[in-house]
């Protein structure tokens, strides 16, 4: 069986002057038990529709359940069908539509117009770019976009396109762009430079409290190539590309609503080793459910009482002003406020509701700092002390007027052997409860005992901070249980 088919519903629609490749009807992929097999079979699906339960969304399904790469995938078909789905996605493409056609262009009066897009290519030139980034993001082999000038240009609509409705023009562009993406995709697989593994690291450049910095993300290549792992960096763009890698190690600020989840649902369905697996992300960025883990397997925390509309004048009564009230699934400080009195309280509840019905109330616990430990696989780390920023009651500090964002405080890094016995095992209790994947507890020291503020899926792993005592080793410790990961699920 050759190394990739195209499907189609009607072997008619590949017309005699196409090219001679190897073309499948697609009632014969879904029927036969020869294409059930083989795990590196390349998949085009080219049918007429890919409609909810159409053949051609059946094609796409079962390709990915034969683990077979397919395009375009089961969640392309998803995001395509409905605008309010895709349009997250166009967001950050959006802003080079207006650079590109914003251009005074002499004669051009139109306000909307479409452009085809095969296979990442165009027929527009000053265009092309933003048609490869469109295929990345959309990975359907014929794609329609419309765009419009509404105050500025944007992206209206997407849609795919269909083999049989192609133009005579159409089809000379289409066959061009096929020939160079089976040259370049499929006939020459990516060169693995003798690494033993690949590794795609998830990270945002534009993000303003990242979980690892410029120069921890460095050390982690540097650290993998060492271990026989090629790292990767990758971006939301990127997911496209996602069932070239062997690993996801996501090194951005984590969200159910976000499309890390996405990127962690995808890995975990091709396969792949996963840090952040979505299970950890989907309980430890909700603070609700967190509340209630720790609390069932009796891990002391803060007096917390979760609030409702219902019962938000009784709260005073059961926890002692100040209050702190936290959004469910904020991050780094964000959605974390404290009230003073009952004004304050209505107040802030108020205006909270509007995101969440539920919020957390919890007793206000000052320190001096926060503890936090790194824990990998039931292992802790390392341990730091994250001291409040300056003239505040929280690490960061987010208050209007910050010159340069969010004002941190200090820190102080130790050896897990040096950190009070108490508090690495404490958060080894509440870490154990997530799952076996890497873990950030904070915890608060009080002289009533150590209690747990919070369990973070996506620790930060910054270079001069968490590595200040590892050094090197802390990079390796995680890369070589990636790799540990891996040669488990290929049976080493």
Partial sequence: MADHIILVENPTEWKPHFPKLPVVAAKDYLAKPEYSTGRNLRVLNLCRGY??????????????????????????????????????DIEDLD??????????????TATAFELDIFFGQCAAKELQELARQLFDAFRSPLLRVEFRLQGKWRI?????????SLSTEQEELF???????????????????????????????????????????????????????NVELIEKKDFGRLAEFDALFIRETTGIDHYTYTFAKKAESEGMVVIDDPDSILKCTNKVYLDELLRTHRVRTPKTVIVRRGNL???????????????????????VFKVNGRTELLDMASKLFKSSDLLLAQEFLYTEFDWRVGILNKTPLFVCQYFMSKEHWQIYNHEPGQETGARAGDFKTFRVEDAPETVVRTALKA??????????????????????????????????????VLKEALYRGIVEDIVWRLDRKRGK
């Fill in 95 to 108: 802003d080079h539509v207006q650079q590109v056609l914003g251009k005074p262009r002499p004669g051009f």
């Fill in 313 to 335: 004048e009784r709260v005073d009564g059961e926890i002692d002003y100040p209050i702190v009230l936290k959004i469910p699934d904020g991050s780094f400080s964000r959605g």
């Fill in 156 to 164: 209206a609509t997407l849609k795919a396109l269909h083999l049989h």
């Fill in 51 to 88: 409609r909810y339960l159409s053949v051609g969304y059946y094609c796409s399904l079962l390709a990915e359940a034969r683990h077979h790469r397919v395009i375009p995938s089961v969640r392309t078909l998803n995001d395509l069908s409905r605008k309010s789905i895709y349009s997250l």
């Fill in 175 to 229: 066959l061009g762009a096929l020939a160079a993406y089976l040259s370049r995709r499929w006939r020459q697989p990516r060169v693995r430079n003798n690494y033993r593994y690949d590794l795609a690291m998830l990270h945002n450049p534009k993000e303003d409290l990242p979980p690892s910095n410029p120069k921890a993300l460095q050390q982690f290549i540097k650290t993998g190539r060492e271990c026989g792992v």
């Fill in 431 to 468: 870490a154990n409860l997530i799952g076996n994947g890497l873990y950030g507890v904070d915890l608060k020291q009080t002289a009533k005992g150590v209690v747990v503020i919070e369990v973070n899926d996506n620790p930060n792993i910054d270079h001069g901070i968490e590595d200040a």
